[in-house]
């Protein structure tokens, strides 16, 4: 009968794993504005402060709206005004990080990121897409805008833009800002200068968001960490 018991315990805390790891994704860390928050198959609402953002959400920022989002695995994004971005694949095991995935999607506007403890222990397994190249990461903090052409901006560490024309590197020290004009035309370095007004004023704004400190190692009995779904 204890070995029943011990058996029923130990699958039910099993359970509460797996979906910690399937659906927990995010809390809102700041947020100000008109920010909306559609779950996966849902419909938009009113994002709040301290909310939780499950693996498939879409999240759409008014012309004043901006929040930062802070990963279970420490990683943040800030995400600036009228702004569309998707969680597409969030998966994140605190006791083997490396066999953790982060995915997201940019469709509009900007964002800011910094590595978390996924970044840190498998870079390939970070992936930022766009409709016109993806961003992998080599432990960093970043910034980028897309308005038809994609922006970059590296503030530390180093990212590669990805297309069907090849791969380019944008390194913080050495070549930090670029575009990418279109999904066929590899990532070219650019000055910052030649950036639209919206690209340079959501650069400037994140920068004034504090987002770097260390990575904090995710308690896996966050009382967060559970299946909103």
């Not at 007004?197 to 960490?225: I, S």
């Amino acid at each position: 009968m204890n070995r029943v018991r011990i058996s029923a315990v130990a699958s039910f805390f099993l359970l509460l794993l797996w979906s910690c790891l399937a659906f927990a994704a995010a809390t809102t860390e700041a947020i100000s504005g008109d920010v909306l928050l559609a779950p996966a198959n849902g419909e938009y609402a009113s994002l709040a402060y301290g909310e939780r953002v499950d693996s498939g959400a879409t999240i759409k920022t008014g012309a004043n709206g901006r929040v930062v989002l802070r990963f279970d695995d420490g990683q943040k994004v800030s995400i600036s005004e009228s702004s569309l971005f998707v969680v597409n694949e969030y998966k994140f095991n605190p006791h083997k990080p490396a066999q953790s995935s982060f995915i997201v999607s940019l469709l509009k506007g900007g964002l800011r990121a910094v590595t978390g403890v996924i970044g840190e222990t498998n870079k390939r397994n970070v992936v930022f897409k766009s409709p016109v190249a993806t961003v992998g990461i080599r432990g960093t903090d970043f910034q980028l805008y897309f308005d038809n052409k994609l922006y970059i901006n590296v503030l530390s560490g180093a990212i590669s833009a990805t297309n069907d024309g090849g791969t380019t590197v944008f390194d913080a020290k050495t070549q930090p800002t670029g575009q990418v004009i279109d999904a066929q035309t590899k990532a070219l370095p650019a000055p910052a200068s030649i950036f639209p007004a919206a690209a340079q004023g959501a650069f400037r704004l994140q920068q004034q968001q504090p987002l770097m400190g260390p990575v904090k190692e995710p308690n896996p009995r966050d009382p967060n960490c559970k299946d909103r779904s």
